[in-house]
């Protein structure tokens, strides 16, 4: 059985204004390659009551930018709506500048 909970931790990190990439949530919770099952983990919320803010999390577009992933045209709408209201401009077609809205992950001070 997978744990979705390391990914839940990451994205639980992504603030507010600020969007990240299945691909980085996967590497920040210690399963490299692992975007796929990232994208897993955040669909088994649908219908449940949490605390991940799951629209922060896009696929990879490359170019510098990640998009909505969706193919449910309402979740989709829903995750833009979700970004927007937090700040995050989204382009016509789904897109979003990580050099302006990505997450830089700041390492802990020691």
């Known amino acids: 059985m997978v744990k979705f909970e390391p990914f839940y931790q990451v994205v639980r990190r992504v603030p507010r204004g600020r969007v990240a990439t ?3 949530v996967a590497a920040l919770a210690g399963r490299p390659r692992g975007a796929r099952l990232c994208g897993y983990a955040l669909s088994a919320l649908r219908g449940t009551v949490h605390d991940v ?3 922060r999390v896009l ?3 490359g170019a ?3 998009g909505i992933s969706l193919r449910d045209p309402i979740g ?3 995750q833009r709506a979700l970004l927007e209201r937090e700040g995050v401009v989204v382009d ?3 897109r979003v500048e990580l050099e302006r809205f990505g997450w830089r992950r700041v390492a802990a001070k020691r």
């Open 59 to 61: 696929g990879a577009r």
């Open 64 to 66: 510098g930018r990640a």
């Open 76 to 78: 989709a709408a829903a």
């Open 53 to 55: 803010p799951w629209q």
């Open 22 to 24: 299945y691909g980085q």
């Open 92 to 94: 016509a077609l789904g």
